[in-house]
């Protein structure tokens, strides 16, 4: 799987996980027209018509995908991405299409939106956590927050779902806090 393809998948997936509490304070892929401008959004391609069956199965893949990050261990994420490889239908093939290059669809032509993200996103955290990459899967340090991450840094140090929000806001209180004493 290309880097560039795989870290696109899990951006995705990162997005997928944050869509709902606790990571935000509503679910914003609760409808058929939020999850129709996902997937145009994250340029998800080949995904049969949405249903509002579909609605349900996305809220169980995304559950899944969330323990991942929220395992006590990597002993525990190998077990739960395994979990998700074993239930998914995976069939490989290579495309191009729009920006993404030759890369790798693991899922079968025009399947629901939730056998699509199952198996996509399970090969993208299996390559990465085969690569040594399973400590980055994070949650956010910040104070309650509990958006998911992937820590793309150079030395995987990364605390905050953003350096922006979170991070910026841990460093203005121990700055005032600085002043103040």
């Excluded at 069956?53 to 969330?66: A, K, S, Y």
């Excluded at 190998?78 to 239930?87: A, I």
């Excluded at 820590?151 to 841990?170: L, Q």
Aim: charged share 25%; with cysteine; proline share 4%.
């Amino acid at each position: 799987m290309l880097v560039q393809h795989r870290n696109h998948v899990l951006d995705t997936l990162t997005l997928l996980v944050n869509s709902c509490p606790p990571a935000s304070d509503t679910d914003t892929l609760q409808d058929i027209p939020a999850i129709e401008k996902f997937i145009k959004e994250r340029t998800i391609t080949e995904v049969e018509k949405l249903t509002t069956f579909e609605i349900g199965q996305l809220q169980v893949v995304r559950n899944q995908f969330r323990a991942i990050f929220t395992a006590p261990d990597d002993k525990t994420k190998v077990s739960l991405v395994n979990g998700l490889l074993n239930s998914a239908r995976i069939t490989p093939r290579l495309v191009e299409h729009d920006h993404l290059g030759v890369h790798f669809h693991y899922f079968p032509p025009y399947a629901s939106l939730s056998e699509h993200l199952a198996s996509d996103c399970s090969m993208a955290l299996a390559t990465l956590i085969d690569s040594g990459g399973a400590d980055r899967l994070r949650v956010c340090s910040g104070k309650n927050c509990s958006r998911v991450f992937v820590d793309y840094s150079r030395n995987a140090s990364r605390t905050y779902c953003s350096s922006k929000t979170c991070g910026a806001r841990v460093h203005a209180a121990a700055y005032r806090k600085r002043k103040s004493a």
